[in-house]
């Protein structure tokens, strides 16, 4: 193992830095699965594609805001 690799298998030992990891892989996990409830949600109320659409939409637009002035 080179240097680099060795000081990375290091911090991932790292009890904080673990939690931190495992803690953002559950944070990004719940999302999608709320993202998905919500467009089902939506789609068995309404039937409509559009308003799946319009959901999808509403998630995406403002990281895009936030994106384009970075």
Known sequence: ???????????LRDRDVSR????QLLSTLTFGVV????????????????TLGFIGLAEFLPALLFALPA
């Open 35 to 50: 993202a998905a409830a919500l467009g089902w949600q939506a789609y068995e109320r309404t039937g409509s594609a559009l």
């Open 20 to 23: 931190l990891l495992g803690a």
């Open 1 to 11: 193992m080179s240097a680099r690799q060795n000081g990375a298998m290091r911090l």
